[in-house]
């Protein structure tokens, strides 16, 4: 709101203004002069900006503290530790093990570094990744992590800054995958179990069936230590852009629809899972329990607005958009995992 001040004459002002104008009309000159009343000149107005006003950029970051580098150092190197450990666990020896947690932690930072930069690019506040290091104390399948997440520490301007963000890190970690998923095909051997075996089954992505008919490949493929990292990076990228709550994909929706459009597309995508979950426990499979608990969080917290909520996404964005949903086609598995 723009404050105005007027600043009227003093009567000291008015009386010297009045001795002047008589003393000029009462010269030679005055007689050839067109008098103008006082009343046709406008007063002076002087603007001040309002106290507050919503800022367009962000301020820029604060500099990292060595405490602070040191943390995200100390947690990268204990995901790098227990993702080698359940690849050793999972293949049976370190170098596969290493293959494994490299390749994975690859897809994991291209993932939340495409999120940082979008970031810095628009002047918001957020830290370096934080991995989240995980191993069970028993052999099972498991993956050694649970990802890895940045924490956005200001306002996010607009929605077009918005779904930059949301939308960069699963484009920049499927850019990832995408060689790595092929690498794993290229090399990959045919499986040596037959039905009935006593064995896990992991469900392939669309992507995975992609390369097996590209490549010529049979349907059951012997994991290798690519092929579960990549299959592990494009679960998480699946899970990152299901349309909910501060997921990558409920960004992306709040910045396509709106706080109404986000939260009914949210509420329809939390139903479906729901479905899945009891179809899944029907069949024998608890696989999208996880689905479930994560994403009930993630209705709970909801979706913070942006500062300006008019600003539209334009045309350009709406394509990347439809890129964003092709990306989670291919990475979506209903039941990832059966025994």
Avoid at 216 to 225: A, I, R
Wanted: net charge neutral; hydrophobic share 50%.
């Amino acid at each position: 709101m723009e404050q105005r001040f007027l600043f009227p004459a003093s009567e000291l002002e008015r009386q010297s203004a009045a001795q002047a104008d008589a003393m000029t009309l009462s010269s030679p000159e005055a007689a050839t002069l067109e008098v103008i009343p006082a009343e046709q000149f406008r007063q002076t107005e002087i603007y001040r900006l309002p106290d507050h006003f919503p800022l367009l950029v962000a301020p820029q970051p604060n500099q990292l503290t060595g405490k602070q580098v040191f943390r995200h150092v100390l947690l990268a190197l204990a995901t790098l530790i227990t993702t080698t450990l359940a690849g050793f666990f999972l293949f049976g020896s370190l170098n596969s093990g290493l293959i494994y947690s490299l390749t994975l932690l690859a897809i994991l930072t291209a993932h939340e570094m495409g999120h940082y930069i979008a970031c810095r690019w628009y002047g918001v506040e957020a830290t370096l990744p934080y991995y989240i290091p995980f191993v069970l104390p028993f052999p099972v399948l498991q993956v050694g992590t649970f990802g890895a997440f940045i924490k956005i520490k200001s306002p996010i301007p607009s929605r077009r800054a918005l779904f930059d963000i949301g939308i960069a890190g699963p484009l920049a970690g499927f850019v990832f995958a995408l060689p790595a998923t092929f690498i794993a095909h290229y090399y990959a051997q045919a499986s040596p179990f037959v039905a009935g075996d006593d064995y896990i089954s992991l469900q392939d992505p669309l992507l995975f069936k992609f390369f097996q008919q590209a490549l010529h490949l049979p349907n059951d493929l012997l994991l290798n230590p690519v092929m579960f990292a990549s299959w592990v990076g494009l679960l998480m990228t699946a899970l990152n852009l299901m349309p909910v709550g501060q997921l990558d994909g409920g960004h992306v929706t709040y910045s396509l629809f709106g706080h109404r459009g986000h939260r009914t597309v949210a509420l329809l995508c939390y139903v479906g899972v729901v479905a899945l979950v009891v179809y899944s426990i029907q069949s024998g499979s608890w696989s999208y329990i996880l689905y479930a608990v994560i994403l009930t969080l993630m209705m709970r917290v909801g979706h913070p607005p942006v500062l300006d909520e008019k600003d539209a996404i334009g045309a350009a964005r709406i394509i990347v958009a439809l890129i964003g949903l092709i990306v989670f086609i291919l990475c979506f598995m209903p039941f990832p995992i059966s025994l």
